[in-house]
């Protein structure tokens, strides 16, 4: 009895220091889709989870009503690179616009960078199911999904994603002018890719915006751009917006697992060795019980 109470104390305390140290990464900003309110089938307009005190406002929809179907998916979307899988919370959100677009907006507390530092954004998505391409459309647009960062002030919109005039995977700067650099990834259908952008601020108008695709979770930072805009004007990050429509019908896109932090840790991160410390330390204990509710 004293040493199956002794040891419960000592796996009492271990557990404390072990779950005290997990999750030491500092992100600003995380939207897993998943947690209290936040139920497969239910419309993404007006849930409002994520990091306490990043968000001004839920998410809104502003064409709620006409047909945007953007709902809670049961299930995470996952991306395992060399150093391991990208941490997951459970849920996604699934955007299925009919012919148009569909829209999910939410703003941030206001993220204002200082010159000479760094901002990184992290975030999953997949073309769940292609679209069936109209032969009558002149301008010969096709499925299309774009996660969208609108600056303050009148800064310019940057996005990420797969564009309605291209099949790679593109980063924009959609005004002032307006500019598409495409990648060399084509973006296929009923895959997950981990897409990271990297804010390099510095003086007035040289900022500058690095997307990689698929960097390995839990590594060292990328270096290797896909694709980049430099020359920008960036005062500050205001609203995050997830983008998604086709041109025919069918198209479906998820999104997942939405990060801004300081550092690539903070928004490429693998679940900590501890936790598998944890299970078998709790395997241990488990084991330990049983053998001393055994009598004779």
């Known amino acids: ?13 271990t557990l404390a220091w072990m779950l005290s140290g997990m999750g030491a990464s500092a992100v600003n900003v995380y939207e897993g889709f998943s947690g209290a309110g936040y139920h497969p089938g239910e419309f993404l307009h007006n849930l409002d989870g994520g990091t306490p005190g990043a968000f001004e406002a839920a998410w809104e929809d502003p064409d709620f009503g006409s047909g945007g179907e953007d709902r809670i998916r049961s299930g ?3 991306f395992t690179g060399e150093s391991g899988s990208l941490l997951n919370s ?32 992290s975030f999953l998505i997949e073309k769940t199911t292609a679209g069936a391409l109209t032969a009558t459309d ?25 564009t309605s005039t291209g099949k ?35 003086a007035a108008a040289t900022d500058r915006v690095d997307l990689f695709i698929n ?24 609203l995050l917006e997830l983008a998604a429509g086709n041109h025919g019908a069918g198209a479906s ?16 991160p693998v679940p900590e060795p501890r936790a598998i ?11 330990l019980r049983r053998g001393r509710s055994v009598s004779y």
């Open 1 to 13: 009895m004293f040493c199956t109470a002794r040891f419960a104390s000592v796996l009492t305390i």
């Open 277 to 287: 410390g944890l299970l078998a330390i709790g395997a241990a204990a488990l084991t």
């Open 76 to 78: 995470s979307l996952s």
């Open 90 to 121: 459970g849920h996604s959100v699934l955007l299925a616009g009919t012919s148009g677009s569909s829209v999910n907006m939410r703003d941030l507390t206001d993220i204002v960078p200082a010159n000479g530092s760094e901002l990184w954004l």
């Open 253 to 268: 896109y998820t999104f997942d697992e939405i990060r801004i932090g300081d550092t690539y840790a903070a928004v490429g």
């Open 215 to 238: 960097p390995a979770p839990g590594g060292s930072a990328p270096t290797a751009a896909a694709a980049s805009l430099t020359s920008q004007n960036i005062p500050g990050i205001a």
């Open 168 to 202: 790679n995977i593109s980063l924009l700067r959609e005004s002032g002018p307006a500019t598409t650099v495409p990648s060399t990834t084509e973006f296929g259908t009923a895959t997950s890719y981990f897409l990271v952008a990297k804010f390099t601020f510095g």
């Open 138 to 162: 002149p301008n010969g647009l096709r499925d299309f999904a774009l996660f969208r960062v609108v600056m303050t002030g009148a800064a310019p919109t940057i996005a990420f994603g797969d």
